[in-house]
């Protein structure tokens, strides 16, 4: 009998509900031991004999796992590798950790470092490209390694690069640079640091004054959401207005574990923010991402951005064009509550910074109307003065600027 795929909503559709992996192939160990993240952490997957027994890999995934100690490490959580399909070459988690021979297949304009931040580091580990924040990398090791990741070459400590940090440097710089008023804790993961080191850092920085606003990056609620307990969460109360950013690329990430650890975030009154990348075979279907983003509002994450995959050395088979960005972002604006939208980036190749790309909803500027479209493709005219000659009114200062008495 002939059968025939799914269509691409009822496949979407089916990872809208929470569920939890379960141990899984780990089903022999205790309770306490799985939800310990020191236990994951502890017997993450890194090498083909983690492996055996539990997947079957294809020729590619083979010898990537083999090329992986010496480019990207592989290291995988049991929980997350249990959302791994084993059967299934194609299963878009598998797709992010598992590594590929493609890893050592470079094509032109690839880059070692796509983001130029090597480049922007006044002191190790601390790149300051924008006028007013700066990005501290403060760790090389993550919970788990997403093989197209845009710091692949200091990560993971298997490349060639190391990471250096300077700490009472990068502190340095900060009290020196009034401008910054905002700091971006990254990595690497900075949630892999044990609850007192992170204090002290986010310590060391509140006691700036003019730093007004940190963040942090991590995909440990992600990977590792057992790491996200409640007195990790009571211990970040001291430091707000302190807001994170997250990483999920696909709805099948977002489990009943990490909606209880997101949920504990946002209870403790951190703002959550999710940052996708956009890949192949991932989550480059506008079925997909629309059930992401949705769900993503169901844990009280605002969907940020999407991000136009940066073009890092051997990740070119994960890589997407623009116009299915472009496709996903129409799929939603209009389509799905305006917060579930995120603003979809490049980022200039070589330090250019994010860019942001949209699509066109302005089909026409005339000198006294701009022509409209909207979501679905019916024109509106709007009264503007868009190419007059007249200069635009300029803003009064003196009624913007505080009150000084
Ligand atoms: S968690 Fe972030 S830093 Fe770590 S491997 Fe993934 S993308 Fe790279």
Redesign the pocket.
Known sequence: MKTTDPDPVSRAEAFRPFTSPGQGHWAHVSPADWADSGWQQRNRITNMAGLTGKIRLTSREEGGVLLSSTK?AMGITPYFFNLVDPDDPHCPIRQQVIPKTDEVHYVEGDMADPCGEDKSMPVPGLVHRYPDRVLFLVTDR?????R?????RV??GAGEQDLEIDFEAAFAYLEQHTEIRDVLL????PLLFSDKKLQTILRRLRAIPHIEFIRI???VPI?LPQRITPQFCEMLREFHPLWMSV?VNHPKELTIEVRDALGRLADAGVPLGNQS?LLRGVNDDPEVMKVLVQKLLRCRVRPYYLYQADLIQGTSHLRVPVRRGLEIIENLRGHTTGYGVPQYVIDGPGGGGKIPVNPEYVVARLPDRLILRNYKGEMYEYPDESLAERPLPSYNTEVLAPSMG
């Open positions: 990207l993550c919970a788990s390694y997403c197209y990741c845009t710091r692949s990560v993971s990254s990595g690497g993961d990056g991590s995909r990977f990483h990348v």
